[in-house]
């Protein structure tokens, strides 16, 4: 494991008149289909805010397959599940990862969590408010799709960053997935990060394209419109499949490649 690392885990900001305490930002990474790049995303986006200075956690929402320790090559003792049965606390489970930010992994392959039970939705409402206090941003890097553990993880956030891809059938999941979360959950911000474009304004065309069908499909029959903003685009850069290769940040690895610089454009607009 290499690259810079948070030193220690952050402690809950005060509270009272004199040190007042922000709640942080909690935005779940999500995407209509896999392979999208979606956990790319979140690890290379908490990377981009750490470097800015912000306390930064990832957790790995993807119940049952998860994969965020392969792309970073952590091999972590203490898992959410752990946390989840009472054999760890959760700030045990919590480990530093490249990039200087922190993560909280999950286990892979636990039939378990293939669905929301009363119970692991207890579970995850807590991990979240005890979490909550520490970092200036958590990213719930969640599964793909619009199974109810998806919806139900991306309930816990206060903001939505759907990652899309400009082929057809990215477009079309996306759309689903804003669909059902604006109608479920009331949702009526998105934010977009495109992966993959191939050229100059092709994210602004498929945000234009995704908010058309929005508007005719969508909208009519809400109480409020919705709105997608573009957070970025990430044009196809062969160092991204380098640095996926190798199990390491592209924001680590090659920092001044297309993708990476737009990635930290991004996080700066993000934080803006």
Do not use: C
């Amino acid at each position: 494991m290499s690259g810079t690392q948070p030193d220690s885990l952050p402690e809950p900001a005060g509270h009272g008149p004199e040190k007042a305490a922000p709640s942080s930002r909690i935005i779940a990474v999500t995407s209509g289909k896999g392979g999208v790049g979606k956990t790319f995303a979140a690890a290379n986006l908490a990377a981009a805010l750490a470097r800015a200075g912000r306390k930064v956690l990832v957790l790995d929402a993807d119940l049952g397959l998860a994969n965020l320790d392969v792309v970073l090559n952590l091999f972590p003792k203490i898992t959410l599940h752990d946390v989840f049965t009472g054999k760890s606390t959760l700030p045990n489970a919590i480990i530093p990862a490249p990039g200087g930010f922190w993560v909280l992994l999950a286990g892979s392959g636990m039939v378990e969590y293939s669905r929301m039970t009363p119970e692991v939705r207890d579970q995850l409402q807590k991990v979240i408010t005890e979490v909550e206090p520490r970092f200036d941003h958590v990213l719930l890097d969640t599964g793909a799709g619009i199974s109810d553990v998806v919806l139900y993880t991306v309930s816990l956030a206060g903001e939505v960053l759907v990652v899309v891809t400009p082929e057809p059938t990215s477009l079309t999941d996306a759309y689903a997935t804003i669909k059902v979360l604006a109608t479920t959950q009331g949702r009526r911000r998105f934010s977009l990060l495109v992966n993959q474009t191939r050229k100059m304004g092709e994210g602004r065309a498929v945000r234009q394209q995704l908010q058309q069908v929005v508007d005719r499909y969508v909208n009519p029959g809400l109480d409020g419109p919705v709105r997608l903003e573009l957070l970025g685009d990430v044009p196809a850069d062969a160092g991204v499949r380098e640095a996926v290769q190798r199990r390491q940040l592209l924001m680590e690895t090659l920092p001044g490649s297309p993708a990476a610089l737009a990635v930290a454009a991004a996080a700066a607009k993000l934080m803006s």
